[in-house]
């Protein structure tokens, strides 16, 4: 069973002393090496900050974007993991080993991986 992992926090690695920056990089190198060994690797990635984004709404067919994330929060959306495991409880034991769960949190929601999602090409397949 595939689960997103996405990790908020209230500051991105960019924003971290270079020195902490660095320790922290070592300790999710550390935990994406750990979890691939495991089988749990599906994909991941750093997400660029948050001025970084723009937004787009659709109202009345028109599309409108502006800049920046969808909402106000003091946490910033810095990252996911798609990891494989078997049900929830291991999903999140996973996600509490992500160094982020320590500055921040995560959060973790199954992959829909049903008839409507897989009708549209969607869903549970190899990559």
Do not use: W
Request: proline share 7%.
């Amino acid at each position: 069973m595939k689960f997103i992992c996405l990790i908020c926090a209230e500051q991105m690695m960019e924003h971290l002393e270079p020195a902490d920056a660095a320790g922290h990089f070592a300790e999710y190198a550390a935990f994406t090496e750990a979890i691939k060994r495991e089988g749990h690797f599906v994909s991941g990635n750093r997400l660029t900050p948050p001025g970084t984004a723009k937004t787009v709404r659709v109202r009345s067919g028109q599309a409108h974007v502006t800049d920046g994330p969808f909402a106000e929060t003091r946490e910033m959306l810095g990252g996911y993991y798609l990891i494989d495991a078997p049900d929830m409880d291991a999903a999140l034991a996973i996600a509490a080993r992500i160094p982020g769960a320590q500055r921040g949190c995560v959060e973790v929601r199954p992959i829909a991986d049903d008839a409507p999602t897989r009708a549209l090409g969607l869903g549970d397949r190899p990559l």
